[in-house]
């Protein structure tokens, strides 16, 4: 099982998300992710070497950025939120 660390700014993701889906993601999703960390598909171009895991919750769809570093079971969290924007935004994240 993989271990999660987190981006510092995805405390403030988290706070844009509904509170239900927050607890999902907490509960349901972050432990799928851990246990299965290789679901996420690889991103492309100057996103490239990050993961993008994608889920539902009703019919809003959600990702989860990551990075796999797979000799420590470390999943490094770097953005979770809505799909509207994601790319831009964690192309602006990871720059800075």
């Known amino acids: 099982m993989f271990k999660d660390r987190y981006h510092p700014a ?7 998300i509904d509170k239900a889906v927050r ?4 509960k349901v999703w972050i432990p799928k ?5 290789d679901e996420g598909k690889e991103l492309t171009g100057s ?5 993008s895991y994608h889920f539902k919750a009703g019919k809003v769809q959600y990702r989860v950025a990551y990075v796999l570093e797979k000799k420590d079971f470390i999943i ?7 799909r ?13």
């Not at 490094?76 to 809505?82: D, E, F, R, S, T």
């Open 10 to 16: 995805v405390k403030k993701d988290l706070r844009k």
């Open 76 to 82: 490094n969290v770097l953005m979770i939120a809505k």
């Open 33 to 37: 992710l851990l246990s299965e960390p």
């Open 23 to 26: 607890e999902k993601i907490k």
């Open 47 to 51: 996103l490239s070497g990050i993961r």
């Open 84 to 96: 509207e924007s994601f790319y831009k935004i964690l192309s602006k994240r990871i720059k800075s």
